[in-house]
């Protein structure tokens, strides 16, 4: 018999939020990238877009190498820009397991770092909720 794998669904990835009417916002994503739910986010300073946070500055995005938001759907913007739905703001709790990171988010530090910069937002990671 063969063995069936789900995708994450938003209940694995949002554990607790006070009101999706506060804590969720509509943004645009950065074209370029498939989006996976729960991906951290970053906001780029001079555009106002949204991309993956990376782990350190990157020229052209500055700004989005801080953790601001989490995609709670995934967005396929590989063609261009895409809109996105994003828990922005918090209190909320999300899934530490079920968060996506850059590919520069590689090492236990950095995605503690990640960890506490959501946190400064109130959206708060868990290992379990």
């Known amino acids: 018999m063969p063995t069936l794998t789900m995708a ?4 694995d990835l949002v554990k607790y939020e006070l009101n999706g009417n506060y804590n969720r916002e509509t943004v645009t994503l950065k074209a370029g990238t498939s989006y996976l739910l729960g991906a951290v986010l970053g906001r ?9 946070s990376p782990a350190s500055p ?14 709670i759907e995934a967005v396929d913007a590989t063609a261009g820009d895409a809109a996105g739905l994003v828990i922005a703001r918090g209190p909320a709790i999300v899934s530490k397991a ?24 109130g959206i708060v990671p868990r290992e379990t909720a």
Do not use: C, M, N, W
């Open 58 to 71: 990157v020229t052209g995005d500055e700004g989005a190498e801080t953790a601001v938001a989490v995609l």
């Open 8 to 11: 994450p669904t938003l209940g």
């Open 44 to 52: 780029i300073t001079a555009s106002g877009k949204y991309r993956l």
């Open 98 to 121: 079920a968060l996506v990171f850059d590919a520069s988010v590689d090492q236990p530090a950095e995605k503690a770092a990640k960890h506490a910069e959501l946190a400064a937002v």
